[in-house]
T-cell receptor, first 115, second 115 residues
């Protein structure tokens, strides 16, 4: 069974440009999450989808970030325009329908560098 | 959300048992304790979860005392491949709770296993 995949693995862009990150969750997982770790900081929650609906987007830093999950399958996270402080590793995770078990399956992450 | 405190780093040798203790003095009644492992350049991976007493799986054991204000992750006979960062997380997995499916990561414990 394929795990969570993320594309691209690395992205280097200049300040002011736009970048779109993609996440393909494990097939059948209704829950999809985005997290990020910026340099020297802890992994932080960004948002949570249940199917195509945003369940919790309390962690989104500002309106330069837009996440979508059309059709309830893959998700994209767009940063427009990118700023230097957006550099970091962006993780996507997925999990099955709500259970007591807090097991989320993480992808390998996308390393974003904004110059 | 309950805050967790764990050692910044630990060192061990191959074949030894490693115990990583996490403090969570403000744990709430409905909170579960979950541990994740992260290797370099990978996303975190679920290891084990418990509510009270002892939980064991093929990877680790989790010991939780009666007051639940701390927990200890035990890794038996570690190998070099167990070198990773280990995160202790506490949260309420119930829908519509503040911690619903939102993983809150701390700094984790960086475990180094030496030959």
């Amino acid at each position: 069974e394929a795990g969570v995949t993320q594309f691209p693995s690395h992205s280097v862009i200049e300040k002011g440009q736009t970048v779109t990150l993609r996440c393909d969750p494990i097939s059948g997982h209704d829950n999809l999450y985005w997290y990020r770790r910026v340099m020297g900081k802890e992994i932080k929650f960004l948002l949570h989808f249940v199917k195509e609906s945003k369940q919790d987007e309390s962690g989104m830093p500002n309106n330069r970030f837009l996440a979508e999950r059309t059709g309830g399958t893959y998700s994209t996270l767009k940063v427009q325009p990118a700023e230097l402080e957006d550099s970091g590793v962006y993780f996507c995770a997925s999990s099955q329908a709500s259970t007591i078990l807090r097991e989320q399956f993480f992808g390998p992450g996308t390393r974003l560098t904004v110059l | 959300l309950a805050k967790t405190t764990q050692p910044i780093s630990m060192d061990s040798y191959e074949g030894q048992e490693v115990n990583i203790t996490c403090s969570h003095n403000n744990i709430a009644t409905n909170d579960y304790i979950t541990w994740y492992q992260q290797f370099p350049s990978q996303g975190p991976r679920f290891i084990i979860q418990g509510y009270k007493t002892k939980v064991t799986n093929e990877v680790a054991s989790l010991f939780i005392p009666a007051d639940r204000k701390s927990s200890t992750l035990s890794l038996p006979r570690v190998s070099l491949s167990d070198t990773a960062v280990y995160y202790c997380l506490v949260g309420d997995p119930r829908p519509n709770s503040g911690g619903y499916n939102k993983l809150i990561f701390g700094a984790g414990t960086r475990l180094a296993v030496h030959p």
